[in-house]
């Protein structure tokens, strides 16, 4: 196994050689997946990240296995994942393919160094799509579906609890994902953002400007009363859904808060993630929910995660990565605790993933 100084040396001049060479290498020595309580309170959760591979993670897991009082289905799924575990340490040899221009060149070599794993990149002259550009929107290579994709089936099931009491809020890159939902739930009202002034739209949007026209049209009845008023917002809606493009969210989603106060739920897209560059700027959309893994924001909490700089095409490369790692190991089935969501790999099928929808809370940063 090659020493840290060895391999920080190595990466450098991946990093030198990135347009010239042909291949490089570092070489180290149910449906959706839910672990049970007895798994979590025993800390366990954490291997099912797959994230380290050491002999240390298989002794730890043998331990539990053998002195926990777990159920047969318990017991089944650790064993499963200490046999995957060990077949991905003990691979001599992975191997993966992406071509010399891709944008995420730079990204996928820190993340093999990270995962401290016998991994070999080979700079396809061809430059096939072997990982996408649009890694957000388009399904990788071996996914069943987008995390764009994911995300809006988290929200489709948010919607359709609140379908007659929800506002769809949309710009016109997400017409897409719009009509995705309003073909499920014609009942939904939407309403297109076309880049005006976020402040008017938004107190336009919300009634604000209709109640402040007819607080005007009383008090010209008679002048000289003084009315004590207070703009109120629409009554017929309870969630409002935001559909936009990454750097609106920090413009159009304060004026809704702004002109609504509390008195609305909002639900952002995954979208509203990526135009962030630290976690100190998720306090703008606290009490907001939006589709995170419980594994990002967990990092977010414990402060392994400070930077959110291209954090959600980060997520999705591990994940892509791991993925192909799983598979060259010949591994029949995995579930993961993944950056983008739970992941359940099967072999000779596409991986799904699930999101949950989380509410931003300020002890994530502060605490």
């Known amino acids: 196994m090659r020493s840290r100084k060895n391999t920080v040396i190595t990466l450098i001049g991946f990093i030198a050689i990135l347009a010239s060479c042909t291949s490089a290498k570092i070489n180290h020595s149910n449906e959706n997946f839910i672990l049970e309580e007895s798994l979590q309170a025993k800390d366990v959760k954490q291997y099912f990240s797959y994230k380290d591979f050491s002999a240390k993670t298989i002794s730890e897991l043998n331990s539990y296995i053998k ?11 650790l064993k499963k994942l200490r ?3 060990r077949k991905i340490a003990s691979k001599e040899d992975f191997i993966i393919y992406t071509g010399k221009s891709n944008i995420y060149s730079f990204e996928l070599i820190q993340l093999i160094y990270g995962l401290d794993l016998p991994i070999q990149i080979k700079w396809d002259q061809s430059d096939k799509k072997y990982i996408s550009q649009n890694v957000l929107s388009e399904a990788p290579l071996g996914f069943c579906s987008s995390l764009y994709e994911d995300a809006l089936e988290t929200i489709a099931t948010e919607v359709s609890s609140s379908s ?31 880049k005006d002034d976020p402040q008017l739209f938004a ?6 400007n209709s109640s402040n026209k007819r607080f005007k049209k009383i008090t010209s009845l008679n002048p000289n009363q003084k009315l004590e008023f207070s703009a109120r917002p ?35 897209f995954i979208s509203s993630l990526e135009a962030l560059n630290n976690t100190n700027q998720l306090l703008d959309f606290e009490n907001s929910s939006v589709t995170l893994s419980e594994r990002l924001s967990q990092n977010i909490r414990s402060k ?7 954090i959600m095409q980060r997520s999705m490369l591990h994940d892509w990565l791991l993925i192909e790692i799983i598979k060259q190991a010949g591994i029949r089935s995995a579930d993961i605790d993944g950056m983008t969501g739970t992941l359940k790999f099967q072999r ?20």
């Open 67 to 77: 002195d926990s009082q777990l159920s047969s289905d318990e017991l089944n799924n």
């Open 83 to 85: 046999s995957n575990i």
């Open 164 to 194: 007659d009491s929800a506002l769809l809020v949309y710009s016109e890159g997400f017409s897409d994902e719009k009509n995705f939902l309003t073909d499920q739930f014609p009942k939904i009202n939407s309403i297109l953002f076309k």
């Open 203 to 208: 107190a336009e949007t919300l009634g604000i």
């Open 234 to 268: 629409r009554h017929d809606v309870q969630k409002i859904f935001l559909l936009l493009e990454p750097a609106q969210f920090q413009s159009v989603f304060p004026a809704f808060r702004y002109h609504g106060g509390n008195k609305f739920q909002y639900v952002n």
């Open 304 to 310: 392994e995660i400070t930077s959110l700089e291209g």
């Open 348 to 367: 000779n099928s596409c991986t799904t993933r699930s999101l949950p929808m989380q509410r931003i809370n300020s002890n994530w940063i502060n605490s």
